[in-house]
């Protein structure tokens, strides 16, 4: 008979696989437990005691392991460690963003990440910044990026009007007692990660109740705007303790206080980070408020620089739509030459082309923010693409422009949209859409004319989503994009050659040994 040790022994994914196969059957906690007494009304586990197993606390008896095998049609064997495979282990089966197993449990206890993780941000080069704005934007993508006592309190600050013109702006900010005052700071070049940059100060927060903006901003409306709201969230959420960093444009991904590029984990880069993301967030619900600006974005389709018309940046634009549109399966990138993405948002599990935190060396040329970082043209671009990373395939639309920022670099900004969802909802079948794109682009060397059946669906899909950009990427060729260009899916390779896919030699030893 099999002891609770030797169980324990080969079961520490047991609770990873038992939630996986929970969620994609669409079961709670609760009916998978009104299951389990349905089979053995005396074995029956109780809701606490199954969240439990899931999360590695408990291990079952073989009697309640048999019942839970029973219900989902599984070897019980199939629970062990030895069986394992990526659908088995999906933390995340229902998700846009997949994570990872923490599992076995005994080895992501909070004392151990405490002391490995210090060592991991040591030895990869990554700032305890980059990894607090790493962990800031896991939880925005877990949440759609909709965070609504955010948007309450800018809503009780600025009463949902809009537009709000600067006058506007700092009318709220006399209302809160804060005073302006101006300096002037030029431009400086920093020496950034990769290449010169310039950087701009554009503004800071003294406490406790004194903004200082860069004169530079009073030739632009949108910019200036955006900094006083972004004080105003300070001294709304904060209190104005004036624990926050100063308001800077271009230069080092990470420059924010001095000591900002230890490769320790400080209490204050978290803190930091988080402020800067709620103070962000607050000033964009305060002068984009949900309702208003959902209908504007309406309006003018979702143009990426609809922001224009009423002296909103383009940054603050991209940003707020997957929190405002109905649609949830968004994505924006904000990137500097030669590849680095100082803003990232994947609320529909996009891989990235490259990071923030190094430099990848063969990222695929083929994503639209690449062809945008080395083309002239200032207008908006639409692309369709068909993303393939290993066997998964998806279906996006973006919308990219070229910008510059308040120091005057250049930069590409995108936002985009997963379309598999949305073809599902409207009774199409996405995987034989992709399929049949994904034909046409292999078929003309990896871009090329969308199918008229496929054009078709796209266009209704674009007008249903009201996401202009959808139906004029549509008239154009789409194109087959991956993460890495030396792991190109496309028939004809596009660097030229397919390289040959070898085996590690330590499994070619072991195979021919087997063989022998």
């Keep these: 008979m099999t002891t609770k040790h030797s169980l324990r022994r080969k079961s520490h994914f047991l609770g990873t696989k038992l939630r996986s196969l929970r969620k994609r059957n669409n079961l709670t906690l609760e009916d998978l437990s009104v299951r389990c007494v349905q089979v053995d009304p005396e074995a029956g586990p109780s809701v606490s005691y199954l969240s439990m197993i899931e999360n590695g606390k408990r291990v079952p008896s073989e009697r309640l392991l048999a019942i839970v095998a029973e219900i989902f049609q599984k070897d019980v064997s199939w629970f062990f460690d030895e069986s394992l495979d990526d659908t088995a282990i999906d933390t995340a089966p229902a998700a846009p963003v997949s994570g990872m197993p923490l599992e076995p449990g005994f080895l992501f206890s909070e004392n151990l990440l405490q002391l490995a993780i210090p060592e991991l941000l040591s030895q990869t080069g990554t700032t305890g910044r980059q990894f607090a704005h790493l ?262 639309c973006c919308q990219s422009i070229r910008s510059r920022d308040a120091a005057g670099n250049r930069h590409v900004l995108c936002a985009g949209v997963d379309l598999a969802p949305a073809l599902r909802s409207q009774g199409f079948a996405a995987e034989d859409t992709i399929d049949m794109i994904e034909a046409a682009c292999n078929a003309n060397g990896g871009a090329g004319p969308i199918p008229a059946e496929a054009r078709r669906q796209l266009d209704s899909i674009g007008r249903i989503l009201n996401i202009g950009w959808i139906t004029h990427g549509a008239q154009k060729d789409a194109t087959i994009i991956c993460p890495r260009s030396s792991a190109c899916p496309r028939d004809k390779h596009c660097l030229g050659r397919k390289p040959r896919a070898t085996k590690p030699q330590i499994d070619e030893i072991r195979e021919s040994v087997l063989a022998g």
């Design 135 to 396: 962990l800031i934007r896991a939880h925005q993508e877990s949440n759609q990026n909709r965070f609504p006592d955010i948007e309450r309190a800018a809503e009780s600050v600025g009463r949902k009007s809009f537009p709000m013109q600067v006058d506007g702006v700092f009318d709220v900010a006399k209302r809160l007692g804060l005073e302006i005052r101006w300096f002037d700071k030029p431009s400086f070049t920093d020496s950034g990660e990769d290449l010169p940059l310039k950087a701009l100060v554009r503004s800071f927060f003294d406490t406790p109740n004194r903004i200082y903006l860069n004169r530079a901003l009073r030739d632009e409306p949108a910019r200036l705007k955006f900094d006083l709201a972004n004080h105003i969230a300070h001294k709304v959420l904060h209190d104005a303790d004036g624990a926050r960093t100063p308001q800077v444009s271009g230069g080092k991904s990470s420059m924010r206080r001095a000591d900002s590029d230890s490769r320790n984990i400080d209490a204050r880069d978290i803190l930091y980070a988080w402020r800067d993301f709620e103070c962000s967030y607050f000033a964009a619900a305060l002068l984009a408020p949900k309702t208003p600006f959902r209908q504007f974005l309406a309006r003018n389709a979702y143009a990426i620089n609809a922001g224009d018309k009423v002296d909103l940046t383009t940054t603050l634009v991209m940003r707020r739509m997957p929190s405002v549109s109905p649609y949830p399966h968004w994505h924006f990138f904000d990137a500097y030459p030669p590849g680095n993405l100082r803003g990232v948002y994947r609320g529909n599990g996009i891989p990235l082309p490259w990071g923030n935190m190094t430099m990848i060396s063969d990222p695929c040329q083929h994503w639209a923010v690449f062809r945008m970082l080395n083309t002239r043209s200032d207008r908006p671009s639409s692309q369709i693409s068909v993303l393939r990373a290993g066997d998964d395939k998806r279906l996006y």
